[in-house]
């Protein structure tokens, strides 16, 4: 059945590194998410994009942070350079927006350990 | 500002006994309404939703959700809980901003169903 994939499933880096995250949408689905689960905060939506451009990226760190869909079967989410801080779990979801409801479908998650 | 609360952050009901998990919302507008179950290190899936239509929407696990417009509320019920109910649950509202529509999330309430 179709689903959200994510790579990778775990990473684990040292600070100052880049760290990329990769999610393949479900084929058709015109809109993708990434979010951010941590204890403190709980899910954050971090940008979102429909039929590849992106429509908001304002919980999204601009300075270490950028999200790009290639194509319409991959997304990514960069963090350069990455800090402690930003150890979490990060989502990403895809939806078909314009059906008439925001249904999504959330990938496996990437945890993220960055020490 | 459109919000959604989730007052409580842990529930915890004993195996056979109805469960309520509650969720209010602020949101200009009709609102569209979800519930999202996170099990342990897996995705958020997707429950049930409120559009139009009947106050009372069913979902996928037997589980069920009262909209009343007057309390703006959206509580999660099921009228007997099972132990693999236990996991982490989700409100959510759909949002407009100007760049599009997006989900806010609630911060989640943890279900725990002893036996």
């Known amino acids: 059945d179709a689903r959200v994939t994510q790579t990778p499933r775990d990473k684990v880096t040292e600070m100052g590194q880049e760290v990329t995250m990769r999610c393949q949408p479900i084929?058709?689905?015109?809109?993708v998410f990434w979010y951010r689960q941590t204890m403190m905060q709980g899910l954050e939506l971090l940008a979102y994009?429909?039929?590849?451009?992106?429509?908001?990226d304002s919980g999204m760190p601009k300075d270490r942070f950028s999200a790009e869909m290639p194509d319409a079967t991959l997304a990514t989410l960069k963090i350069q350079p990455s800090e402690p801080r930003d150890s979490a779990v990060y989502f990403c979801?895809?939806?078909?927006?314009?059906?008439?409801?925001?249904?999504?479908?959330f990938g496996p998650g990437t945890r993220l350990t960055v020490l | 500002a459109q919000s959604v609360a989730q007052p409580e952050d842990q529930v915890n009901v004993a195996e056979g006994n109805p469960l309520t998990v509650k969720c209010t919302y602020s949101?200009?507008?009709?609102?569209?309404l979800f519930w999202y179950v996170q099990y342990p290190n897996r995705g958020l899936q997707f429950l049930l939703k409120?559009?139009?239509?009947?106050?009372l929407v069913k979902g996928s696990y037997g589980f069920e959700a009262e909209f009343n417009k007057s309390q703006t509320s959206f509580h999660l019920k099921k009228p007997s809980a099972l132990v693999s109910d236990s996991a982490l649950y989700f409100c959510?509202?759909?949002?407009?901003?100007?760049?599009?529509?997006?989900?806010?999330f609630g911060k989640g309430t943890t279900l725990s169903v002893s036996s």
């Open positions: 979801a895809s939806g078909l927006v314009g059906s008439g409801d925001n249904e999504q479908f």
């Open positions: 409120y559009i139009t239509g009947d106050n």
């Open positions: 949101v200009s507008g009709n609102p569209y």
């Open positions: 994009f429909r039929n590849r451009a992106p429509l908001d």
């Open positions: 959510a509202v759909r949002a407009f901003n100007q760049a599009g529509t997006a989900l806010i």
């Open positions: 084929l058709g689905h015109n809109t």
